[in-house]
C-alpha cells in the first residue's frame, strides 16, 4: 500500500477545534477518517513553528489521498498538502527507467 506524508496548518478556527477536543481526540478522529478510505494512520505529530501537524498514511492509492485532502482542505479549518512518499527500492526502480527529456532550451 503506498505510503504518504500529510502536512497541515491548522487556521485561527481549526486551533480553537483542537484547543477544545484536544490532540488525543483529533489524531483518533483522524485515524477513523483514513481507515474509512481503506488506509492505516502509521504516524501522527503534532509541531510548532511553520508546520502543526506530520503524518504518515498508508493509503490504497492516491484517489484515496486526493479524495482525503480535498475533503480536509475544503472545511476552512485546516490546510494540507499530501507527499508520496517512496520506499528506497522504489527509486532505485524510477533511476533505473530510461526518460526521453529535453530541458527547455536546449
Known amino acids: ?7 497541515a496548518n491548522y487556521t485561527h478556527e481549526g486551533a480553537k477545534g483542537l484547543a477544545k477536543e484536544g490532540a ?5 478522529a483522524f485515524a477513523k ?4 478510505l481503506g488506509g492505516k494512520l502509521d504516524a501522527a505529530y503534532f ?3 511553520q508546520d502543526d501537524v506530520f503524518a504518515v498514511l498508508d493509503l490504497p492509492d492516491a484517489a484515496a ?5 480535498v475533503n480536509m482542505n475544503q472545511t476552512g479549518r485546516i490546510t494540507a498538502r499530501t507527499i508520496l512518499l517512496m ?5 532505485d526502480a ?8 529535453r530541458a527547455p532550451g536546449t
Open 24 to 28: 488525543t481526540a483529533r489524531s483518533a
Open 94 to 101: 524510477a533511476l533505473k527507467k530510461t526518460v526521453q527529456y
Open 87 to 91: 520506499t528506497p527500492e522504489e527509486m
Open 65 to 69: 489521498a486526493a479524495a482525503l485532502s
Open 1 to 7: 500500500m503506498p505510503k504518504f506524508m500529510l502536512v
Open 47 to 49: 509541531a510548532f513553528g
Open 33 to 36: 477518517t483514513v481507515e474509512g
